[in-house]
């Protein structure tokens, strides 16, 4: 009989294989928040970049040239998720991440200036940075590696719900009331989430992780037992995980494509305003038309690689062979966007170009957590992410630079997607000629036996 003062203030851990689907599937959807908020707060400079531009006097280079800082300083700062996995739990250090999100939005608030614009934004940079891989381990701490897929996708799909959702409320507010509305607005969404956040999260079965405080008294004999696991498990050198050829070739993949999340994140709306003429609240609204197709193309693809890793086909086709081939698809129909002159044609070029390309990304990110083993997955991860954010150090300069260089901006826009369409096909079919995680997966695999 166990005794009212007996029962733990935290639910024990579940053992893999028998956990609540139902409490798998609610702190998915936890972590999915986080990341829309993760992508509302990038979304939120390029709802604001044309006023906040007028007012600071600024070009679309300098603006650009924000939007790349922010990048770089996220793959700094991604470069630290193994790091603080090995340091805090998963409870905490996403907690403190989405504190210093919320207050990196004020700073700009308080004073408008150009310094103050890159100041706040390379802190919430650096802040995000270890977040997607810190959240991609929560999540899959929940879900066994062959099911990987559709959470993957959900969290993969924050981008474009955030665009759906967000960004039309973001440019409503910023056109109704000023643009700092809309950050204030990200930094209360952000410190609503950590409420819910200590209240309900706790770590699933599948990726070693830290319990801390009233759980890890809880666990007592369970924990000494998951360690005693996880020390039976030989780490694998880092340098044998990170030159397999999957690795290797699904950086420049996944980067080519994060570079035009990134430049649909900061551009799109002024591309929609001043190249295409729609209204500045129109061209907000519309962030939403190739997030839809996107969030569509996310969910479709991931659900159907799921399926087929359960009817046994191989994990190369699944999450290389099929998404590569998109890539292909989506950056040949972008390769068309500077012959193309009216504006609803232009604008059904990009959502498609974008859409059928971004399913890469949480099939990539599936991918690479295969090869590796469970206890280095947040590392892993981190590091692949990090790269995979040069594309955003990239993507938002670079553009900036062709628009100040071109004939017109609507031309400058265009050529800049047909550039990225170019590089995202290119990088893709390397990946179909190299990358195999099953194949890889055994090479690492056998490195942690000597080990």
Aim: glycine fraction near 10%; charged fraction near 10%; charge should be positive.
């Amino acid at each position: 009989m166990v005794h009212p003062q007996s029962t733990p203030p935290v639910a024990l851990a579940a053992t893999a294989g028998s956990e609540s689907r139902r409490k798998a599937w609610s702190l998915t959807a936890l972590l999915v928040v986080l990341y829309v908020v993760n992508y509302g707060d990038k979304a939120a400079f390029g709802i604001i970049a044309q006023a906040l531009g007028e007012e600071l006097g600024i070009s679309a280079a300098q603006i650009g040239l924000v939007g790349s800082l922010f990048f770089f300083a996220f793959t700094v700062g991604g470069f630290f998720a193994g790091a603080l996995n090995r340091w805090m739990s998963l409870r905490t250090v996403l907690l403190v991440l989405a504190l210093v999100w919320a207050a990196a939005m004020l700073p700009l608030v308080v004073a408008a200036t150009f310094a103050v614009l890159i100041a706040s934004r390379m802190l919430l940079g650096f802040a995000e940075g270890p977040s997607s891989a810190l959240i991609h381990t929560a999540a899959y701490s929940w879900h066994p590696s062959s099911r990987r897929g559709f959470p993957g996708a959900l969290l993969a799909s924050a981008a474009s719900v955030a665009k759906i959702v967000l960004a039309p409320l973001l440019a409503y507010l910023s056109v109704t009331f000023g643009w700092r509305s809309a950050l204030i607005t990200m930094a209360v969404i952000g410190i609503v989430w950590c409420v819910f956040w200590l209240r309900f999260w706790e770590v699933g079965p599948y990726i070693p992780a830290k319990a801390t405080g009233p759980a890890k008294k809880a666990r007592g004999a369970e924990d000494e037992d998951t360690a005693a696991r996880d020390s039976d498990e030989p780490r694998v050198p880092w340098a044998r995980i990170l030159l397999t050829r999957t690795f290797l070739t699904g950086v420049p993949l996944v980067a080519s494509i994060y570079a035009l999340v990134t430049v649909v994140l900061t551009w799109l709306p002024s591309y929609f305003e001043v190249g295409l003429g729609f209204s500045r609240l129109e061209a907000g609204s519309m962030l939403a038309i190739p997030s839809i197709v996107g969030l569509i193309s996310l969910i479709g693809g991931t659900l159907l690689s799921d399926f087929l890793l359960a009817r046994g086909w191989s994990s190369r086709f699944v999450r290389i062979v099929g998404p590569s081939l998109l890539v292909i698809v989506g950056g040949g129909i972008l390769c068309l966007l500077p012959s193309i002159e009216n504006a609803a044609a232009a604008v059904a070029i990009v959502s498609i170009g974008y859409g059928v390309g971004v399913v890469v990304l949480p099939l990539s990110n599936a991918a690479v957590s295969e090869i590796c083993p469970p206890q280095q997955t947040a590392g892993t991860l981190g590091v692949f992410l990090a790269l995979m954010a040069i594309g955003g150090l990239v993507g938002p300069y670079v553009t900036g630079l062709i628009v100040d260089a071109a004939a017109s901006p609507g031309l400058g826009y265009a050529t800049a997607f047909q550039v990225l369409g170019i590089a995202a096909a290119v990088s893709a079919v390397l990946t179909l000629l190299f990358a195999d995680p099953e194949r890889d997966k055994v090479i690492v695999r056998g490195a942690a036996a000597q080990a």
